[in-house]
């Protein structure tokens, strides 16, 4: 399948604003590993950073022969993202069984490693996107109570990469994300992710 830029523009893949996505690798046809990973389009490919101290950045630099293929799953699923960063083995499973990852993602987008640049705090990769699969064709409105989730989940993996002002700021913020997603939602589900992360979040202050 030819995937030029405008079918990934159509997904929401913009060259100026990251889209959040939950992220499966496939390295070297053998090991499965998940992360959620933000995104921009390139012409018709995909530009992301790995930070250094996630587990593939060690996997990407460590690995000469590298074969690695991509499976971009397009979200807004607050708990897509809270299984990618603590539940992660529940997401895996999902990887190649389509009535599962359709729970999860509303598209997915396979892709092969095509280029990488390995800087002292990120690898940047370059991917060339093979195949699209629509999952879900009706669309969902937007909720805040999903967006602040995500938002604290990005405050809580930052934590460990920043200093003792930033996590004070990470603190206030994430107290923010919670009262967001209390007025916006009863939803038992959303409140019990947005105060785990909490409990999670002071454990590493
Ligand atoms: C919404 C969201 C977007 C993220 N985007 C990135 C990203 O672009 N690059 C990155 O290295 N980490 C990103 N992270 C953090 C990683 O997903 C997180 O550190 C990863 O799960 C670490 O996995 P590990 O502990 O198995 O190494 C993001 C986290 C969230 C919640």
Do not use: W
Not at 20 to 36: G, H, P, R, W
């Amino acid at each position: 399948m030819e995937i030029n830029q405008q079918k990934l523009s159509k997904l929401g893949f913009t060259e100026d604003t990251f889209t959040e996505t939950v992220t499966f690798f496939l390295i070297n046809d053998d090991k499965k590993y998940v992360m959620a990973l933000g995104i921009k389009r390139r012409n018709s490919y995909l530009y992301a950073r790995i930070f250094r101290g996630s587990k593939i950045y060690s996997v990407i630099v460590d690995n000469k022969n590298l074969k690695l293929l991509c499976r971009v799953c397009i979200s807004r699923d607050p708990l897509a993202f809270y299984y990618s960063i603590f539940r992660k083995n529940i997401l895996l499973k999902c990887y190649n069984e389509l009535r599962c990852i359709k729970r999860f993602c509303d598209a997915y987008i396979d892709a092969i490693l095509d280029n990488l640049k390995i800087k002292d705090e990120a690898i940047e990769i370059f991917l060339k996107p093979i195949d699209i699969k629509i999952l879900k064709r009706y669309p969902k409105g937007f909720n805040r109570a999903s967006a602040a989730i995500i938002e604290a989940l990005i405050y809580y993996t930052k934590m460990p990469f920043v200093n003792e002002d930033e996590k004070k700021r990470a603190l206030l913020k994430i107290d923010m994300c919670r009262e967001t997603v209390y007025r916006s939602s009863e939803n038992p589900i959303y409140r019990k992710i947005i105060d785990e992360i909490i409990k999670r979040f002071h454990i590493l202050i």
